[in-house]
Each structure stands twice: as C-alpha cells, then as structure tokens.
C-alpha cells in the first residue's frame, strides 16, 4: 500500500456522461498529481495541485477539471465523456513542490461504452 | 522540450539472466532521473532516482542504474532477474524548476524460468 488511496477502483459509464474520480494523498503530502494512462498515449501529465492551489498543467482536455480541498484529498471530474477517455487514471502525491519524488495510487480505471 | 526514450517496448528474458534497460533523455540541463515499475493491475512504485553525485544508483530489489551525461542515458540494470521481475519498467524525467514528471513508453519485461 503506497498510501495514495483512489476511489473508485473501476468504472464504467457511457458517452456523454460525467464523472468524478478521487484521490487521498499520503498523510504530510501537500502536492497531488493526475496522470491518464492510455494505451496510445501512454502516461499523460494531467494537472498538480501544491496545498489547493493549481500548480503545473499538462495535456489536459477542456472537458476535465480538477481541485485540491482543504483537506488536501483531490477531485478530477471528467465531463461529456468519450469512448477515447476510456483510460487508468493515476493520482500520486509529493510532500513538497519541486522534489519530484511522486508517490503513485493504484489507479482509477475508466471504461466509456 | 523535455522528452523520455524507451527503445524497446517488449524484452524477454530467462529467470536468472542480467537485464539492461534503455532510456535516452532529452533536457537542455542535468535532469532529475527516476525508474518506475508498474506490475499488472498496480500503480508505479518508485525503483530508483538520480538528482545529482555519484552516477551509479542503487533502488530497490537490487536494480541500479547509471547516468550517462554524454549519452544522455539512464539505463536500468539487474544482474540477475527473478520471475516477480516481470512488469512495465518507466523512465521518467523531471525539470528542475517543475514538479511533473514526463514518462517514456515503458519496456515490457517477460520473465520465462
């Protein structure tokens, strides 16, 4: 167990629907991570929240969004969804911003029929 | 831009034989390193990480790895692989004035006894 615990462990849903995969960092980690794992396009840098605060954003889409609570458990919502999102979505966390040392969760897998 | 190279997407081996991993890099300056393993429905668990001094790194269940500023290279290594070996091995690499990782491809390692 890495300590990065995400919820759910797998879904499925239909096109155009929305959901909202979560993720606890490890207890003393500030900075959380989402990272979407593709078979065509591998490990894909989503988006970093430091302590609530957006901080670094990769490739992604219009349609994703994320956050980062007080208590520092993090939300990506996934919206008007499509067979192309179907995915591993991965949350990892790091104690402080700029050490690059992410601890990874076991991943949400995410199924769009 | 920063970006990680796997060249070999599958590599076979026999229980007991040595493994050589290839990452090729590509940064402008002296990168953080890391090597991640994904085992089959799992997340990424850290192997190893080089951030600066002495080039040959040790990480866990006995891999290492060795920076090659000349090469722009961070190969992985085992001098003997055990069948739980078996998994997808990630390069990645992290700029030193951001906190997201950039992941190459991944290799495949297959273990047979």
């Known amino acids: 167990d890495s300590g990065v615990t995400q919820t759910p462990k797998h879904l499925i849903t239909a096109t155009g629907q929305r959901v909202t995969l979560r993720c606890s960092p490890r207890s003393g980690d500030l900075s959380v991570y989402w990272y979407q794992q593709s078979l065509d396009q591998g490990l894909q840098f989503l988006i970093q929240?430091?302590?609530?605060?957006?901080?670094a954003k990769g490739n992604i889409l219009e349609r994703f969004s994320a956050q980062q609570f007080p208590d520092l458990h993090s939300e990506l919502n996934l919206s008007s969804l499509e067979l192309g999102d179907s995915a591993l979505y991965f949350c990892?966390?790091?104690?402080?911003?700029?050490?690059?040392?992410?601890?990874f969760g076991a991943g949400s897998r995410l199924t769009v029929l | 831009a920063q970006s990680v190279t796997q060249p070999d997407i599958h590599i076979t081996v026999s229980e007991g034989a040595s493994l050589e991993l290839r990452c090729n890099y590509s940064?402008?300056?002296?990168?953080?390193l890391f090597w991640y393993v994904q085992s089959p429905g799992q997340g990424l668990q850290l192997l190893l990480k080089?951030?600066?001094?002495?080039?040959l790194v040790q990480g866990i269940k006995g891999f290492e790895a060795e920076f090659k500023r000349s090469q722009s290279s961070f190969n992985l290594r085992k001098p003997s692989v055990h069948w739980s070996d078996a998994a997808e091995y990630f390069c990645a690499v992290g700029a030193r004035n951001t906190d997201k990782l950039i992941f190459g491809t991944g290799t495949r390692l297959q273990v047979f006894p």
């Open positions: 929240y430091y302590n609530g605060e957006e901080r």
């Open positions: 940064y402008g300056a002296t990168p953080y």
């Open positions: 990892a966390s790091s104690q402080v911003s700029g050490a690059n040392v992410l601890t």
């Open positions: 080089y951030f600066s001094g002495d080039t």
